[in-house]
Nanobody, 111 residues
Framework: QVQLEESGGGLVQAGGSLRLSCVVSGIQVRSRTMSWYRQVPEQQREMVASVTWSGNMEYADHVKDRVTISRDSDKNTVYLQMNNLKPEDTAVYYC?????WGQGTQVTVSS
């Protein structure tokens, strides 16, 4: 059974940084494409960043200069480092490995 557990969200001022963590159990993070998505109320969940099993990374255009996805095989954890946060980054952030989702972690950026 695959479990994804996010943490690291919180309230931060615009221009600040956060690092989200996703602790994975049931699979090895290097064996699958791992992704971060985000969702705001009444909008569709959107991909923020992903990393394939081979290490190829992909970022959404509107965040690619400000976020970095990484993984630690020893800790079986995927990270999302977010810098220069903007109020429009406010959302619930989810860890995803098809077809499984974590419970999400709230990120709130104040202006």
């Amino acid at each position: 059974q695959v479990q994804l557990e996010e943490s690291g969200g919180g309230l931060v001022q615009a221009g600040g940084s956060l690092r989200l963590s996703c602790v994975v159990s049931g699979i090895q993070v290097r064996s699958r494409t791992m992704s971060w998505y985000r969702q705001v109320p009444e909008q569709q969940r959107e991909m923020v960043a992903s990393v394939t099993w081979s290490g190829n990374m992909e970022y959404a255009d509107h965040v690619k200069d400000r976020v970095t996805i990484s993984r630690d095989s020893d800790k079986n954890t995927v990270y999302l480092q977010m810098n220069n946060l903007k109020p429009e980054d406010t959302a619930v952030y989810y860890c995803h490995r098809f077809p499984d989702w974590g419970q999400g972690t709230q990120v709130t950026v104040s202006s």
